[in-house]
């Protein structure tokens, strides 16, 4: 057996591999504090690549279901106001029928209920010209319109016989609102929402593809970490150890 005291092998060993123990050990921390097992490229190049392709698919989904869901507000809205317009129609109905009531009626209520259904009428038409959201008329027939519904002309409650009239008038109406507001229900329900959920579901997926490949498994980094400090501790034990070594040889020569 030979002792060297100018060229310590022993300590130049232990020393890398304190080193090697170290930069494992800040790379386990690394991860557990971020959460990602790769933090750049040369954690993991070829995972890397794959993570931000899914993560810029991932952004372009969320963004297609956000317009989707804007989209279905949009339809929502149509559908609260036609039901809003066939509360109108109801009301309307209910005094045309009123109206009709020949025989029982005095003038001034006849009157009352012109008047009234003059302001229903106007109300209903007002509604249709003027309903919109985000900038676009939805119930006029426009060019961004989700239906094109009528407007209630020639709505007359002065006599019985019109008033009878008006609610063949108003029934016709009842039914144009029926008629867009399933068409309205129809589309929101099996086009937009069902595709919206293609696209959660796409999106969920992709999601739990890019957390496997990219996100750190926090447990097994636990057991890095107490494996890395374990090995720096013993390599700083062996290195002053080492030194200890050196000096009872020099001790040797007093």
């Given at each position: 057996m030979s002792i060297h005291i100018n060229r310590d092998q022993l300590g130049a060993n232990v020393s890398r591999g304190i080193n090697k123990s170290y930069r494992s050990l800040m790379k386990t921390m690394e991860k557990l504090s971020s959460g990602l097992r790769i933090?750049?490229?040369s954690d993991d190049p070829a995972g890397l690549v794959i993570s931000e392709n899914l993560r810029s698919r991932i952004a372009s989904l969320n963004q297609e279901i956000e317009n989707t869901s804007l989209a279905i507000r949009k339809y929502e809205t149509a559908d609260a106001t036609i039901s809003e317009l066939r509360s109108n129609?109801?009301?309307?109905?209910?005094q045309a029928l009123g109206a009709s009531n020949e025989g029982f009626n005095f003038e001034s209520v006849q009157q009352a209920y012109q008047a009234s259904a003059q302001n229903s009428a106007a109300n209903y038409n007002n509604v249709i010209e003027t309903a919109s959201f985000n900038g676009g008329n939805l119930l006029n027939g426009g060019e961004r319109s989700l239906a094109s519904l009528s407007k209630l002309e020639g709505i007359d409650l002065s006599t019985p016989e019109k008033a009878q009239e008006a609610i063949s008038k108003i029934d016709e109406a009842m039914a144009e609102l029926d008629a867009a507001q399933t068409e309205i229900g129809a589309t929101q329900k099996n086009e937009l929402e069902a595709?919206?959920?293609t696209?959660?579901?796409?999106?969920?997926?992709l999601t739990a593809s890019e957390s496997q490949i990219r996100d750190a498994d926090i447990l097994q980094e636990v057991a890095n970490l107490t494996r890395d400090e374990i090995n720096l501790k013993a390599g700083i034990a062996l290195l002053a150890h080492s030194n200890l070594t050196?000096?009872?040889?020099?001790?040797l020569f007093e």
């Open positions: 933090n750049r490229a129609l109801t009301e309307l109905r209910s595709r919206r959920s696209l959660e579901i796409t999106a969920e997926n050196q000096k009872s040889v020099l001790g």
